[in-house]
């Protein structure tokens, strides 16, 4: 069954700190990673989206990496700020449909 | 920017009853989505549609669910006699082409009582 497992599930930062959140997939095969930000009540929006040959995507002050071989992705949040409370959300998709696999999301809390 | 529009926000309707949530995907997009999220839970993938047909459903997706593209805008969620376990956010998301980025609608959040 595909899977998409992260950690961790939530985190508290102080603003102007850096974070990192962790992703770990079994869907195999696959054709792209996905991180979304969802804020409360609102539906997810995309921040990157990785294939399998790209290690590293930038968005700003979001930086994911994504390491095939060990079926293993991250999200960097740099220099955090408190519009970065939300859902950080990892979906991988698979290549042979359309489904989407989603992670349950790590909940990012940004305070003052 | 464009986007995907939901309505109704919110919609509170009582078990037994059908309730049909509507979607207007991107305009160029060819592929669309719908899928839930119960409160506190991961988002479900419940059907995707291509070519005015659906392409692939869940097991969540069973016959008190349907899908239709009445015209050439509108993409619809129907569910027919609503369980109180259907209470929860609906997503309308669609794409230019069934691997790149989907864009998700605002959602629908579905209230049964």
């Known amino acids: 069954k595909n899977q998409v497992e992260q950690s961790p599930q939530s985190l508290i930062i102080l603003e102007g700190k850096n974070c990192t959140l962790q992703c770990n997939y079994t869907v195999s095969p696959f054709s792209n990673l996905r991180w979304y930000k969802q804020d409360t009540g609102r539906g997810p929006v995309s921040l990157t989206i990785?294939?399998?040959?790209?290690n590293t995507k930038s968005n700003g002050r979001y930086t994911a990496t994504l390491d095939a071989d060990t079926k293993q992705s991250s999200l960097h949040i740099t220099a955090s700020q408190l519009s970065d409370s939300a859902s950080y959300i990892c979906?991988?998709?698979?290549?042979?449909?359309?489904?989407?696999?989603f992670g349950a999301g790590t909940t990012v809390t940004v305070r003052a | 920017e464009p986007e995907v529009t939901q309505t109704p926000s919110h919609q509170v309707t009582q078990m037994g009853q059908e309730v049909i949530l509507r979607c207007v995907p991107i305009s160029n997009h060819l592929y669309f989505y719908w899928y839930r999220q119960i409160l506190g839970q991961k988002v479900e993938f419940l059907v995707s549609?291509?070519?005015?047909?659906?392409?692939?459903k869940s097991e969540i997706f069973d016959d008190q669910f349907s899908v239709e593209r009445p015209d050439g805008s509108n993409f619809t969620l129907k569910i027919r006699s609503t369980k109180l376990e259907d209470s929860a956010m609906y997503f309308c998301?669609?794409?230019?082409?069934?691997?790149?980025?989907?864009?998700f609608g605002q959602g629908t959040r579905l209230t049964v009582v």
């Open positions: 979906v991988v998709s698979p290549s042979n449909d359309y489904k989407l696999s």
């Open positions: 549609f291509y070519n005015n047909e659906i392409s692939e």
């Open positions: 990785m294939t399998f040959s790209e």
């Open positions: 998301a669609s794409s230019e082409v069934s691997d790149t980025e989907a864009f």
